[in-house]
T-cell receptor, first 115, second 115 residues
Framework: DQQVKQNSPSLSVQEGRISILNCDYT??????FLWYKKYPAEGPTFLIS?????DKNEDGRFTVFLNKSAKHLSLHIVPSQPGDSAVYFC??????????????FGQGTILTVHP | KAGVTQTPRYLIKTRGQQVTLSCSPI?????VSWYQQTPGQGLQFLFE???????NKGNFPGRFSGRQFSNSRSEMNVSTLELGDSALYLC??????????????FGEGSRLTVL
């Protein structure tokens, strides 16, 4: 049962354009959402997060949007840079202290930004 | 500040053997989580420890176990290895006991190959 889904295995974008990565979830108990970026042979690194009480969070070139009614979130990268090429994971947490370390991840989307 | 350190980085075992992986969290971090990453299943939560106590456990068989020491270092053990246990095992640490930011800091992982 895939509770967090990233339906696009890959995305190819031109440098300078917008990259939009999508994520859907099914568990209504999820109240915190995160995006992680992973390069080959490295562990995932945290990018940006959003609480379910918000619908948008912005950090520099990265913006995450949350649509709770649709159980959908998206990550926008503007402008995209070749160094952004990596695997992007969407993750969700049911929150609370005891659930803190437990994230449910999507399958990942490979983003390629062409110069 | 040193990041999350995992040892060994690579190892090869044969079916039926057992393996122990080690994780040193970021100094001051008391929560340690373990994840398994495989091409087919993606990143899956194994368990989480906080102050030497297992607080959360994922849906893995009892062959997968772990522990945390008083200095927050953690080990995970897999007994009676199966071919399907071949994976990247990631350790993540966090500072907070609660779910404030949800950010986990990941190590580079231990790549286990079972022959």
């Amino acid at each position: 049962d895939q509770q967090v889904k990233q339906n696009s295995p890959s995305l190819s974008v031109q440098e300078g354009r917008i990259s939009i990565l999508n994520c859907d979830y099914t568990n209504s108990m999820f109240d915190y959402f995160l995006w992680y970026k992973k390069y080959p042979a490295e562990g995932p690194t945290f990018l940006i997060s959003i609480s379910s009480i918000k619908d948008k969070n912005e950090d520099g070139r990265f913006t995450v949007f949350l649509n709770k009614s649709a159980k959908h979130l998206s990550l926008h990268i503007v402008p995209s840079q070749p160094g952004d090429s990596a695997v992007y994971f969407c993750a969700a947490s049911a929150g609370g202290g005891t659930s803190y370390g437990k994230l449910t991840f999507g399958q990942g989307t490979i983003l390629t930004v062409h110069p | 500040k040193a990041g999350v350190t995992q040892t060994p980085r690579y190892l090869i075992k044969t079916r039926g053997q057992q393996v122990t992986l080690s994780c040193s969290p970021i100094s001051g971090h008391r929560s340690v989580s373990w994840y398994q990453q495989t091409p087919g299943q993606g990143l899956q939560f194994l368990f989480e420890y906080f102050s030497e106590t297992q607080r959360n456990k994922g849906n893995f068989p009892g062959r997968f176990s772990g522990r945390q020491f008083s200095n927050s270092r953690s080990e995970m053990n897999v007994s009676t290895l199966e071919l399907g246990d071949s994976a990247l095992y990631l350790c993540a640490s966090s500072q907070l006991a609660g779910g404030d930011t949800g950010e986990l800091f990941f190590g580079e992982g231990s790549r286990l190959t079972v022959l």
